[in-house]
């Protein structure tokens, strides 16, 4: 294997990608787009939830009854306490709540403590170490501990952004990889260089090699303007700067690379089958749909933020590298390309 | 030098080339003639080391094909026009050139001046920083003759060069192809022009499959239709053609179009006694000349008339 003959192939066809206006645009306006718009929308909830949190609320207590031990449904209550309690469908004002369970009920001016509070309406109330789903409403509250449901919130946020992120990888391998094997074969310049003696490693490195570095380079630099604009956005809220978390790390540094190489070198295979380069971008297209999934799942809460899933799929992903390059490598050859590739 | 030995090659079984034996020597220009389908890209394409052959084997100045490390080596030594131009239309003539240049090793104090000097003979050096897409067909197909050169191959292997070419720029191509041939190295042309078959080579194979006859084109007009001594004659009487027919070494002694003709095996030997002849049966002679066969003669005789 010598790399400075990939690394004329590559050049090469960098200075093609380079004077192809559809393929400029691929690789500058849609990562543009997913780093720079997409951040801005996705950190208003967040931002929102945050400010909520940092709500000043003075609660005083006249408390005329306790209970224990008890569910309370469809009642009212006011300045009562109640401890380990299972309340359901119900309002209470000026109370508090302490391990116990809450749904789909309404609280105002109340003390939560050690709570799992879910799909409830929570109007200047002061929270302690409570468990919050989603589907809660805050309204002018004060968290102490942990925020449980914005941690939740930018998580989900963070790595759905993430995996639109990964998608730059995906993509504009679809449409340069395309251009570059297809269109090749469409325009018969394969054969001439076919017959240079670089051989067939050489030639394969040297095209992937070049949608490889143009694609990361975007990814990276999408990445980057994406953490600084989430950084800039709710840095000044939150206290800290969210991003890059490990999270992010693996995606960056892991999994965008192996979706990356996953996309080439499937287009390496789709370019031995078709004649067209827009068919060519279509069923690379396909590529996108396990990304959709995981991207779903997240949403769904269907997948832990937690890093371990991070690292099992990104490790599948450059798992099933291995077996497309050794794939890829069987079709590209000479023998292959001049004979079978129609 | 180019040797075949037994070369064959089939595509899902059918064959393609077959028992192809060819000796090509150094510093010729060599040409395969053939209908479509007579396997002769495939031929170039094994030589060329860019497809494996079935059957047999061959030897490009020495290196033996299909076998590493001698693929790469003859790789490095061939220059390849394939059927179509193939070039890399965005960037320019000039950038094209410099790209193969590269690829093939070529030093960079080299390179320029290579590539400046075929362009220019190929008049192409003005339109050097032009994308190829701006270019002509014919433009395209030179560009496609330097690139094949521009590495200053051993041996070229050229499919249809002057495909696609006006009378002009096919005139430009042959003079390069003339010019370069002086430079000693081996030529292989595929082509179904038999003018500039006949113009441009040392000897040719005409092939269908496997090669049906090897020869310089006179050798093989020679071989297959003979030689015909004409006759012209101020006013050609029927008593002509019996005073020939009295020779026992003159057969097919015929008048066609108003001129007496006679196949001959030796006619510089034989002629002068059939001038003399003549002479003496009162035959006034305007010119005695030899009947010209062309390659396509030789071609359509042996390849049998195929519609290409």
Same mark, same amino acid.
């Given at each position: 294997?010598?790399?400075?003959?990939?690394?004329?192939?590559?050049?090469?066809?960098?200075?093609?990608?380079?004077?192809?206006?559809?393929?400029?645009?691929?690789?500058?306006?849609?990562?543009?787009?997913?780093?720079?718009?997409?951040?801005?929308?996705?950190?208003?909830?967040?931002?929102?939830?945050?400010?909520?949190?940092?709500?000043?609320?003075?609660?005083?207590?006249?408390?005329?009854?306790?209970?224990?031990?008890?569910?309370?449904?469809?009642?009212?209550?006011?300045?009562?306490?109640?401890?380990?309690?299972?309340?359901?469908?119900?309002?209470?004002?000026?109370?508090?709540?302490?391990?116990?369970?809450?749904?789909?009920?309404?609280?105002?001016?109340?003390?939560?403590?050690?709570?799992?509070?879910?799909?409830?309406?929570?109007?200047?109330?002061?929270?302690?170490?409570?468990?919050?789903?989603?589907?809660?409403?805050?309204?002018?509250?004060?968290?102490?501990?942990?925020?449980?449901?914005?941690?939740?919130?930018?998580?989900?946020?963070?790595?759905?952004?993430?995996?639109?992120?990964?998608?730059?990888?995906?993509?504009?391998?679809?449409?340069?990889?395309?251009?570059?094997?297809?269109?090749?074969?469409?325009?018969?310049?394969?054969?001439?260089?076919?017959?240079?003696?670089?051989?067939?490693?050489?030639?394969?490195?040297?095209?992937?090699?070049?949608?490889?570095?143009?694609?990361?380079?975007?990814?990276?630099?999408?990445?980057?303007?994406?953490?600084?604009?989430?950084?800039?956005?709710?840095?000044?809220?939150?206290?800290?700067?969210?991003?890059?978390?490990?999270?992010?790390?693996?995606?960056?540094?892991?999994?965008?690379?192996?979706?990356?190489?996953?996309?080439?070198?499937?287009?390496?295979?789709?370019?031995?089958?078709?004649?067209?380069?827009?068919?060519?971008?279509?069923?690379?297209?396909?590529?996108?749909?396990?990304?959709?999934?995981?991207?779903?799942?997240?949403?769904?809460?269907?997948?832990?933020?937690?890093?371990?899933?991070?690292?099992?799929?990104?490790?599948?992903?450059?798992?099933?590298?291995?077996?497309?390059?050794?794939?890829?490598?069987?079709?590209?050859?000479?023998?292959?390309?001049?004979?079978?590739?129609? | 030098?180019?040797?075949?030995?037994?070369?064959?090659?089939?595509?899902?079984?059918?064959?393609?080339?077959?028992?192809?034996?060819?000796?090509?020597?150094?510093?010729?220009?060599?040409?395969?003639?053939?209908?479509?389908?007579?396997?002769?890209?495939?031929?170039?394409?094994?030589?060329?080391?860019?497809?494996?052959?079935?059957?047999?084997?061959?030897?490009?100045?020495?290196?033996?094909?299909?076998?590493?490390?001698?693929?790469?080596?003859?790789?490095?030594?061939?220059?390849?026009?394939?059927?179509?131009?193939?070039?890399?239309?965005?960037?320019?003539? /000039?950038?094209? &050139?410099?790209? #193969? %240049?590269?690829?093939?090793?070529?030093?960079?104090?080299?390179?320029?001046? !290579?590539? *400046?000097?075929?362009?220019?003979?190929?008049?192409?050096?003005?339109?050097?920083?032009?994308?190829?897409?701006?270019?002509?067909?014919?433009?395209?197909?030179?560009?496609?003759?330097?690139?094949?050169?521009?590495?200053?191959?051993?041996?070229?292997?050229?499919?249809?060069?002057?495909?696609?070419?006006?009378?002009?720029?096919?005139?430009?191509?042959?003079?390069?192809?003339?010019?370069?041939?002086?430079?000693?190295?081996?030529?292989?042309?595929?082509?179904?022009?038999?003018?500039?078959?006949?113009?441009?080579?040392?000897?040719?194979?005409?092939?269908?499959?496997?090669?049906?006859?090897?020869?310089?084109?006179?050798?093989?007009?020679?071989?297959?239709?003979?030689?015909?001594?004409?006759?012209?004659? /101020?006013?050609? &009487?029927?008593? #002509? %053609?019996?005073?020939?027919?009295?020779?026992?070494?003159?057969?097919?002694? !015929?008048? *066609?179009?108003?001129?007496?003709?006679?196949?001959?095996?030796?006619?510089?030997?034989?002629?002068?006694?059939?001038?003399?002849?003549?002479?003496?049966?009162?035959?006034?002679?305007?010119?005695?000349?030899?009947?010209?066969?062309?390659?396509?003669?030789?071609?359509?005789?042996?390849?049998?008339?195929?519609?290409?």
């Amino acid at each position: 294997m010598r790399w400075d003959r990939a690394w004329i192939v590559a050049r090469k066809d960098m200075a093609e990608f380079w004077r192809n206006k559809y393929i400029m645009m691929t690789i500058v306006l849609m990562p543009m787009f997913i780093s720079l718009v997409l951040p801005v929308v996705y950190v208003v909830p967040i931002n929102q939830l945050a400010r909520q949190s940092t709500s000043e609320v003075n609660l005083e207590f006249d408390i005329t009854a306790t209970y224990s031990n008890i569910t309370l449904t469809n009642a009212i209550m006011y300045d009562a306490l109640f401890e380990n309690v299972a309340i359901k469908n119900s309002i209470l004002n000026g109370c508090i709540v302490r391990n116990s369970t809450v749904e789909n009920s309404s609280f105002t001016e109340s003390h939560l403590e050690l709570s799992q509070v879910k799909d409830s309406m929570l109007f200047r109330c002061y929270m302690v170490d409570l468990t919050l789903d989603l589907g809660n409403t805050v309204r002018e509250s004060q968290y102490a501990g942990e925020n449980q449901e914005l941690e939740d919130l930018k998580a989900v946020l963070f790595n759905v952004l993430l995996i639109l992120l990964v998608m730059i990888p995906v993509m504009i391998p679809t449409v340069t990889a395309s251009y570059s094997f297809v269109g090749e074969k469409v325009n018969r310049s394969l054969e001439p260089l076919l017959a240079t003696p670089a051989t067939d490693l050489e030639l394969l490195a040297g095209k992937s090699g070049s949608i490889f570095l143009v694609s990361m380079a975007s990814t990276w630099v999408s990445f980057l303007l994406a953490t600084i604009v989430v950084d800039l956005l709710t840095g000044p809220v939150l206290g800290y700067y969210p991003l890059p978390n490990d999270y992010w790390i693996v995606g960056v540094l892991v999994l965008a690379p192996g979706m990356c190489a996953m996309s080439i070198l499937t287009n390496v295979i789709i370019s031995s089958k078709v004649n067209d380069v827009r068919v060519s971008q279509q069923i690379g297209g396909v590529l996108i749909l396990p990304i959709l999934m995981f991207f779903f799942f997240t949403l769904a809460g269907a997948l832990s933020t937690d890093i371990v899933p991070m690292f099992a799929f990104s490790f599948g992903v450059l798992a099933a590298d291995v077996v497309i390059l050794w794939i890829s490598l069987r079709v590209f050859n000479r023998e292959e390309i001049l004979v079978s590739w129609k | 030098m180019i040797e075949t030995s037994g070369l064959g090659r089939s595509f899902d079984g059918n064959v393609a080339v077959e028992d192809l034996n060819l000796k090509v020597k150094q510093g010729e220009v060599f040409g395969l003639l053939g209908p479509n389908g007579a396997g002769k890209t495939t031929t170039m394409r094994m030589l060329a080391c860019l497809i494996k052959q079935s059957t047999g084997t061959a030897f490009v100045n020495g290196y033996e094909i299909n076998k590493e490390p001698d693929s790469e080596k003859i790789r490095s030594i061939v220059g390849v026009l394939p059927e179509s131009p193939g070039l890399y239309e965005s960037l320019s003539s /000039a950038k094209n &050139l410099d790209f #193969y %240049a590269r690829l093939y090793g070529v030093p960079s104090g080299k390179r320029e001046e !290579r590539i *400046e000097s075929l362009l220019r003979m190929l008049e192409l050096w003005d339109r050097k920083d032009e994308p190829v897409a701006t270019f002509s067909k014919g433009m395209k197909q030179k560009i496609a003759i330097t690139r094949a050169f521009v590495h200053d191959p051993q041996v070229v292997f050229l499919d249809e060069p002057t495909a696609g070419l006006d009378p002009a720029a096919s005139l430009t191509v042959r003079e390069f192809l003339i010019a370069l041939k002086k430079e000693g190295r081996t030529v292989f042309i595929n082509s179904h022009h038999l003018d500039e078959v006949e113009r441009l080579c040392d000897r040719i194979a005409i092939m269908n499959r496997t090669a049906l006859a090897v020869g310089s084109p006179k050798e093989l007009a020679r071989r297959y239709w003979g030689r015909t001594t004409v006759f012209e004659f /101020a006013e050609l &009487l029927p008593g #002509y %053609a019996d005073v020939i027919r009295g020779f026992g070494f003159a057969s097919n002694v !015929r008048v *066609e179009e108003g001129r007496l003709m006679v196949d001959l095996d030796d006619p510089e030997a034989r002629n002068p006694a059939l001038v003399d002849a003549l002479s003496r049966a009162g035959a006034k002679i305007e010119y005695v000349t030899e009947l010209k066969r062309s390659l396509e003669d030789v071609y359509m005789r042996l390849v049998g008339g195929e519609k290409e």
